[in-house]
């Protein structure tokens, strides 16, 4: 049976969290930014973190991979504790991050970077899986990331992720500095894995673009979750409270 032909349940789905996050404080150095952090994210969803600049948004992505030396708290990964873990351990759990500066080897082909994730879950997505959720990949197989557009960075990064057969992806800030044809090509790729049973955990700006994906928002603000917001009722209620939060 090729790669293509399985399909990606949502894991965890007998347990209600995929991932689970409580009392969560980060530092970076002396400055504490993460003051008590708390949210779930249920398998199969899509949750957004959203607040103003500063607020804390990548960090939390940041404390949840193991990139900072200090958190307390507990983040626990489909039944598994990770505060205690190095980001390669966690990793290996089934989480896949794209950071909001991509992450991506510049000086590496497209076919190399897809080369090199590491398997943390099987089945993987092989390439023409992907190249149906990003067809300007498929002819830019020889083409090093420093030749790709801002789009196409994107792209690639996800790509390399869903190589590694993650169930739990971390995206921040995908679409900034796309064009919109783009950013609407990102929302589709979303959607459909969502569809396919992973579970996204979103940092986004572009709440126009968020709300169309999103199940649940968890709004920070100087480092709190101080508020959670369903997209399934009261659509003008909710975003006029995300409004309210974000000043827009």
Partial sequence: MSEAAHTHTAPGAASATMLSVRDLNAWYGESHVLHGVTFDVPPGKVISIVGRNGAGKTTTLRAIVGLLK?????????????????????????????PEERGIFSSLSVRENFTLPRVVRPPIMDRDEIFTLFPNLAHRLNA?????????????AMARILRTGAPLLLLDEPTEGLAPVIIEQIGETIRRLRDKGFTIVLVEQNIPFAWSLTDTFHVIEQGRVVDSIATGHGQTDAIGRLKSYLGV
Wanted: no cysteine; glycine share 20%; proline share 5%.
């Fill in 144 to 156: 090093p990331g420093t030749k790709l557009s801002g789009g196409e960075q994107q792209m690639l």
């Fill in 70 to 98: 200090k958190r307390t708290g507990s983040i626990v990964v489909e039944g598994t504790e990770t505060i205690g873990l190095k980001p390669r351990q966690i990793t290996r759990l089934g989480i896949g991050y794209v």
